[in-house]
Nanobody, 125 residues
Framework: VQLVESGGGLVQAGGSLRLSCAASRFTSIVPSGEDHAIAWFRQAPGKERERVSCLSLRDGVTYYADSVKGRFTISSDNARNTVFLQMDSLEPEDTATYYC??????????????WGQGTQVTVSS
């Protein structure tokens, strides 16, 4: 399984960015009927890693951290095995390295196994 993020950059406060996570060979290892999901995490220098948003690729169930609700939208293009994070109304506090991660199994038991290399998002005030 390989996860590759793209779409980061520098944007002014109030602006938008769309991050992409291309997940190769992920769906091919999912046992029949099992849930599987992609999540976006972020980490800023000196801060703890935060789970920003998740999307179940089986059910379409989504999760958003309170800090991004109403501003970020997670979606997928299953044909391209790609998950997107549309980030609108960006704030300087959103500045961080953003990572995508994958989880297998009902209840998404762990995010530890599959991670991308990260993409930097910088929001200027």
């Amino acid at each position: 399984v390989q996860l590759v993020e793209s779409g980061g950059g520098l944007v002014q406060a109030g602006g938008s960015l769309r991050l992409s996570c291309a997940a190769s060979r992920f769906t091919s290892i999912v046992p029949s009927g099992e849930d599987h999901a992609i999540a976006w995490f972020r980490q800023a220098p000196g801060k703890e890693r935060e789970r920003v948003s998740c999307l179940s690729l089986r059910d379409g169930v989504t999760y958003y951290a309170d800090s991004v609700k109403g501003r970020f939208t997670i979606s997928s293009d299953n044909a391209r095995n790609t998950v997107f994070l549309q980030m609108d109304s960006l704030e300087p506090e959103d500045t961080a390295t953003y990572y995508c991660a994958a989880a297998l199994g009902n209840g998404w038991p762990t995010w530890d196994d599959y991670w991308g290399q990260g993409t930097q998002v910088t929001v200027s005030s």
